[in-house]
């Protein structure tokens, strides 16, 4: 039996974590929130212990680990910003973490957490669903199948509406979340790596606290992005009573991955457990195209522009 703890079990995408365990035959001893409504414990672990309070989670972490009964994985699910050193205590403790997307904000934390890893033995995970997405796989075999030096044109827009308590939270906090691109982006610009081959230019277009925009070139696409929380920004075309509408065009054809997530932290897990989990070498590249598009300077005029960034501006 693989035995987890939980940080951040009160969160949005905590659920997720809390069936991935269960699905793949583990169990959660522990969990952390200092939010206690956590009843959806109660329908996956309903014995788990639970604290509010992060030095007794802590203590309790390290009795189990005096009483030869140590977590072999703590999941990481709390505030972006927050990852770094949850990252780090997990490590410390004797486990290893398997922590939502975005690692984290920096490039150079990566450096410091790989340092960690060397000096603890211990390993870090992330969640990349995408690339277990049937469809992104699919797409990928595709394009390796296809001729080696053809660059596709590419299409990526996501809109997904929030309302005003997104900027009241940590979320809406750019030092806290990352901002836009990193907080609901950086899994996408893994996955055009992971289809397209490495980063070669990224230039920001637009950026702002409700969206942001700008071109990418990989080694075998050029890509026009766009990403947006505002129900404002939604495409004309967006069914009615629909608050999110997600599209990858490639050379005008649209890939459909909608579906499919519902067991995609379960298939996750199942790949940390086989050994075959994602760490630090291939989260850099997207850590460090979120990094620049949170800093670079606006260049509208360079690169191609996503078709829906005028009635962005517009609006």
């Known amino acids: 039996m693989t035995n987890y703890a939980l940080i951040g079990a009160a969160g949005y995408i ?13 169990t959660l001893q522990v969990a952390y929130d200092v939010n206690d409504s956590v009843g959806i414990m109660d329908s996956h672990f309903p014995d788990a212990a639970f604290f509010t309070e992060f030095e007794q989670f802590e203590n309790h972490v390290h009795g189990l680990r005096r009483q030869d009964k140590g977590l072999d994985y703590i999941g990481i699910c709390s505030p972006n910003y927050l990852h770094k050193s949850h990252m780090g205590f997990a490590l410390r403790a004797g486990s290893d973490a398997i922590c939502e997307k975005p690692l984290v904000l920096n490039p150079s934390d990566l450096d ?12 870090i995970h992330t969640i990349l669903q995408l690339r277990l997405h049937p469809s992104i796989i699919a797409l ?9 030096d053809k660059v596709y044109d590419v299409d990526l827009g996501y809109f997904t509406s929030r309302g005003a308590w997104y900027h009241a939270s940590w979320k809406g906090f750019e030092h806290k979340s990352g901002g836009i691109a990193t907080n609901i982006g950086v ?3 893994d996955m055009l790596s992971f289809v397209f081959g490495p980063i070669r230019e990224n230039i920001v277009h637009h950026r702002g606290p409700d969206a942001a925009a700008g ?3 990989f080694e075998q696409a050029r890509v026009r992005w766009v990403l947006s929380i505002n129900r404002d920004h939604l495409p004309p075309h967006t069914p009615a009573g629909q608050s999110t509408h997600r599209s990858i065009t490639v050379e005008g054809e649209e890939i459909e991955f909608s579906g ?5 932290h ?20 997207s850590i460090e195209v979120v990094s620049n598009i949170r800093t670079a300077p606006l260049q509208p005029g360079l690169g ?12």
Do not use: C, W
């Open 260 to 264: 499919g997530f519902t067991d995609l």
């Open 112 to 123: 410091d957490l790989a340092d960690l890893e060397a000096d603890t033995g211990n390993r």
């Open 187 to 189: 899994h996408f610009y």
């Open 304 to 315: 191609e522009q996503h078709p829906d960034l005028k009635s962005i501006l517009g609006a």
């Open 140 to 148: 990928r075999d595709r394009i390796a199948a296809g001729p080696k």
């Open 14 to 26: 905590a659920p997720r974590h809390l069936k991935a365990i269960k699905d793949t035959g583990g």
């Open 266 to 285: 379960t298939a996750s897990y199942q790949n940390v457990l086989d050994g075959n989990g994602y760490g630090l070498d291939v989260v850099r590249p």
């Open 215 to 217: 071109y990418l070139e």
